[in-house]
């Protein structure tokens, strides 16, 4: 689109009246810039027809609602399937509902969509450089640290005796924990690579033992549990004052969240460095067979709208993403839900470099489908050296990726 723009010349006397011309010329260009670019976006193809994939009825229809209030000459150009969510790559959908971690193995499907101007951004903790341009998160699900506000006040602790382990070792603190890939991953993320690296280079032997160590030590300190079997509402009992809260249940309705007694915060520090609970982020992409972009580029920027945001919140989905200086943006009488969005700024999502060998293989498979987590829970039962688990620990994992 070419911008004409008309410039008066005039004579310049000082030095300020340059200062305020050049001001005036980047003004000018800023504003052809940005109605040029809000034109290209909202020419939208003319009978557009999307069909969307979401997960949830009411969602659905606050979405439509919404879009055909906003956009009323193209009433009626959302059509929407409901459904469980599910990875396929047998896609029908204009606009599919899927997650970071299946967008990835599916971004040949996907168009790249630029030029989205969204209200709200995502954590940055929380999203993908390299979906940056295929995938908009809306919503998340994973573990986020919580605590019960009275058994706190009855052992005489605040907030402060729940900043790291240690502290909470010293002030005798009872943390759940269990040994299902998800809970343990916090401990070791920091080992794990951030790019595609042969097998050999994977673990190094050394900072691996080390930190093998440190957490049998701190299972230890804490008295962390036993458990091979997840407790889904360890939160609602006595036994523990805090630990890692999955949001894929429903917590909503358990006597410790409708009392106001379950909070939420960033997870516990760890020998001196920061730590997070693993996150997965759902939302929209756009496939490579949508006949109508500009249209989905107006979707898009719709459900990251204030409007947009505040539908997620209506119909209670999950953990809408939102940056914590912006939570305050939004009605939400439930003054836990915004520990809670807050909370899930300090997560993680999972670490998806792959091993060499096998491309199909990714880290957080590696942690969460092999043997890993198996092998630490025996370790920390028995008597056996760091050293002699490190060994097995690679000999398997070696077998189990890659198969030699």
Request: glycine share 2%.
């Amino acid at each position: 689109i070419r911008q004409n723009v008309m410039i008066e010349v005039v004579i310049l006397k000082t030095g300020e009246d340059m200062k305020k011309l050049i001001l005036l010329g980047i003004t000018a260009f800023l504003c052809a810039c940005s109605n040029a670019s809000r034109e290209k976006i909202e020419m939208t193809e003319k009978d557009a027809h999307l069909l969307i994939q979401v997960e949830h009825q009411a969602y659905a229809d606050k979405l439509n609602d919404l879009w055909n209030r906003s956009y009323p000459k193209q009433k009626d150009a959302l059509h929407f399937v409901v459904q469980p969510y599910y990875f396929t790559q047998d896609i029908k959908q204009d606009i599919i509902w899927t997650n970071d971690i299946d967008a990835t193995f599916l971004k040949d499907k996907l168009m790249e969509i630029k030029e989205v101007s969204y209200t709200y951004d995502v954590p940055d903790s929380l999203q993908r450089e390299e979906l940056s341009d295929y995938y908009t998160p809306v919503i998340g699900e994973g573990l986020v640290f919580c605590y019960r506000k009275d058994l706190l006040e009855k052992n005489k602790l605040s907030e402060e005796d729940l900043v790291s382990f240690e502290q909470m070792a010293e002030s005798h603190v009872r943390y759940y924990h269990n040994h299902m890939g998800e809970y343990v991953y916090p401990f070791f993320a920091k080992l794990l690579p951030k790019e595609t690296i042969p097998f050999t280079n994977l673990f190094p032997k050394e900072q691996t033992i080390k930190q093998l160590k440190a957490y049998k030590e701190i299972n230890a300190k804490l008295d962390m549990p036993d458990d091979l079997i997840q407790q889904k509402d360890f939160y609602n009992g006595d036994d523990y004052l805090c630990g890692l809260l999955s949001t894929k249940f429903q917590y909503e309705n358990r006597s410790a969240y409708q009392n106001g007694n379950l909070h939420f915060m960033a997870m516990p520090s760890w020998q001196e460095e920061t730590i997070a609970p693993p996150f997965t982020t759902f939302g929209f992409a756009v496939t490579k067979e949508c006949k109508y972009p500009n249209t989905a580029r107006q979707f898009l920027a719709m459900v990251r709208s204030k409007k947009g945001i505040q539908a997620l919140l209506d119909t209670n989905m999950k953990v809408p993403l939102l940056c914590s200086e912006d939570v305050k943006d939004f009605y939400i009488y439930d003054h836990a839900k915004k520990e809670l969005i807050e909370a899930v700024n300090t997560t993680q999502l999972y670490n998806l470099s792959i091993i060499e060998e096998n491309p199909g293989i990714t880290m957080e498979m590696l942690i969460n489908q092999s043997d890993f987590t198996s092998i630490l829970q025996n370790y920390i039962c028995s008597k056996d050296s760091a050293a002699k688990v490190y060994k097995e620990l690679v000999k398997n994992l070696r077998t189990w990726s890659i198969g030699k």
